[in-house]
């Protein structure tokens, strides 16, 4: 009997080439394959199809936070070495935290200067080179804008407190420097025209993730359309996505991972299109993992709950699903294939079963799906 406890449970052989480093011709191009769990049967479909495999009464509940171009480039002031990291969040005004990665060590009180990802790529470009290497200061035009950044503390996960020298908000100064922070295999360490268009959901609007939440990436506004013309019906929450989702399970036994926290909302109109859902005859289907996290997180934070009667909640969470797991909302799942050994793989197995799961992964492989952010999807009902 396998152990599900252990990570090499979790993995599977996916061949490179089935790695989506770039998004289908259109959002809702994309294959699905559905999986029903209480039949254990696997058939193939498409995205565009999903209407007709839905049913009336249906809810599908979609997360709208908005990717920010945190991916940072920059040199070390003093030296020019080279220093590429990520924004992870602003403490208080003027004061962010970062991770990052540059030669040698880092110290409190040292200045990066921070330059515009255009810039980056203009120099990358003229050295002929994939991305940005060497020493960028002797390479940045002095009049173009910077930004200067102090390093305040260093924290125990590595990453930074730093002092940020520059009046507007976050939002606003990564704007002008940051490029989206794409996965890393993905080959790209800049996003381009096409990211910029395709790694963002069409209906996202509250700023704050690091990494897109891909399930959503499928959904066109005609699709959408098409969903709510066959009284299929949506709404949002909220759950900005982490660092958490760049780092890989480092231990043997899941029982000793600790997931990073990340903060999510479940706003009014949620709670009453799910207590809407479960008062008829229609299914609560979550797009996405991080819409799970949520639902569920807010289930486990209001254990006086009756059925799928929420209150609006708002705050941190840390939520790890694995097999075992009582799903108190949702009744079933849209989401990619995900990486082997990851916290998501085992949250959809949590949902369908690991055998059901590991077959389907299976089966995606051997009928050549595309895997991974920009890959095809799984509907798990």
Known sequence: MTDLNQLSAWQYHLPPELIASRPAAQRDASRLM???????????????DLPD????????????TQVLPARLFGYRTATGGKWEGLFVE??????????????????????LTIIPAESVRTISAEAGESDASGNLKNRFSSGERSLEVTLMEKQEDGSWLVSVRDDRSPFEILEEFGSLPLPPYMGRKLADADDR??????????????????????????????????SISTTEVTLHVGIGTF????????????????????????????????AGSGRVIAVGTTSVRTLESVAVFQPQQR???????????????????????????????????????????????????????????????????????????
């Open 307 to 381: 059925a799928k009667k929420l209150q609006p909640w708002q705050g941190q969470t840390n939520l790890f699903i694995q097999p075992g797991f009582q799903f108190q909302i949702i009744d079933g799942l849209l989401t990619n294939f995900h990486l082997p050994g990851s916290t998501l793989i085992v949250l959809v197995a949590a949902l369908a079963g690991y055998e059901l799961i590991m077959e389907a992964y299976q089966k995606a492989i051997e009928n050549r799906y595309r895997f991974y952010s920009y890959g095809d999807a799984m509907l798990i009902v």
């Open 34 to 48: 559905v999986v029903e769990r209480s039949t254990g049967t696997i058939r193939h479909s498409q995205i565009r």
């Open 90 to 111: 602003a403490k208080s005004d003027g004061v962010w935290v970062l991770l990052g990665e540059t030669r040698g060590r880092l110290q409190p009180g040292e200045t």
């Open 53 to 64: 495999i839905l049913s009336s009464g249906d809810l599908l509940v979609f997360n709208n």
């Open 247 to 278: 780092r890989p399970v480092s231990v043997d036994r899941l029982s000793e991972h600790q997931m990073h926290y990340e903060w999510c909302q479940l706003p009014a109109q949620a709670c009453e299109m799910v207590a809407s859902a479960g």
């Open 197 to 230: 268009q395709r790694y963002q959901t069409h209906f996202a609007s509250v700023p704050g993730a690091v990494a897109a939440p891909t399930a959503g990436l499928h959904f066109t506004p005609e699709l959408l359309s098409d969903c709510r013309s066959r």
